[in-house]
């Protein structure tokens, strides 16, 4: 059965990095099935894409944060990684990483998280 | 702030219709493929639509979705207590650059 699983630090200081890794079990990420991606919800309040990836070559990112952001894989671990540089209080959310598939059918584009993990809240102060 | 637009809330008693719209563009709905995600309090989301109209294993077939231009709707038949979430809504938006685009979301309450 698949399960992700989100670890890193629960609390960051303010112009620090937030860094978080994705553990997968039950699957493998260099499967070429599957992108790997990073959903955000601030407390209280909705869902925001973070960004994605399927290789080391083929990432995509929410232009808002792509200059801050970085995504990257450990094929070696099975994991996938989110960086956040320069963090504000505005980056205080729970962060869930899913998995993701992407491509075409006969309804056209498609691009959706079919399996998330629990989530894991980050609080960015001093 | 999302380009998706959805009510911010929507209600009905044990056994009824309810129907959550989600309004896009010509960018987004219009072109790809609308994707619904369930969240129940305190969980992660679940998806529950993806293309438009088909439904994950395992998710109950009072939940439909539809599309039709910009615009795309969720449809829940026969209402649940255990429906009482959040709904959210989503879309690869091709004008900006490929962000994917989350709705608000939409409080469902079970009266």
């Known amino acids: 059965q698949l399960q992700l699983q989100e670890s890193g630090p629960g609390l960051v200081k303010p112009s620090e990095t937030l860094s978080l890794t994705c553990t997968v079990s039950g699957d493998s990420i260099t499967s070429p099935t599957y992108y790997w991606g990073w959903i955000r919800q601030p407390p209280g309040k909705g869902l925001e894409w973070i960004g994605s990836?399927?290789?080391?070559?083929?990432?995509y990112s929410n232009p808002s944060l792509k200059s801050r952001l970085t995504i990257s894989l450990d094929t070696s671990k099975n994991q996938f990684s989110l960086k956040l540089t320069s963090v504000t209080a505005a980056d205080t959310a729970v962060y869930y990483c899913?998995?993701?598939?992407?491509?075409?059918?006969?309804?056209?584009?498609?691009?959706?998280?079919?399996?998330w993990g629990q989530g894991a809240l980050v609080i960015v102060s001093s | 702030q999302s380009v998706l637009t959805q009510p911010p809330s929507a209600s009905g008693t044990p056994g009824q219709r309810v129907t959550i719209s989600c309004s896009g563009s010509s960018s987004d709905i219009a072109t790809n493929t609308v994707t619904w995600y369930q969240q129940l309090p305190g969980t992660a989301p679940k998806l529950l639509i993806f293309?438009?109209?088909q439904r994950p294993s395992g998710v109950p077939d009072r939940f439909s979705g539809s599309k039709s231009g910009t615009s795309a709707s969720l449809a829940i038949s026969g209402l649940q207590s255990e429906d009482e979430a959040d709904y959210y809504c989503?879309?690869?938006?091709?004008?900006?650059?490929?962000?994917?685009?989350f709705g608000p979301g939409t409080k469902v309450t079970v009266l």
């Open positions: 990836i399927y290789d080391s070559e083929t990432t």
């Open positions: 989503a879309v690869w938006n091709d004008s900006l650059n490929g962000p994917y685009i």
């Open positions: 293309s438009n109209n």
């Open positions: 899913a998995r993701l598939l992407s491509g075409y059918d006969g309804s056209g584009f498609f691009y959706y998280f079919n399996y």
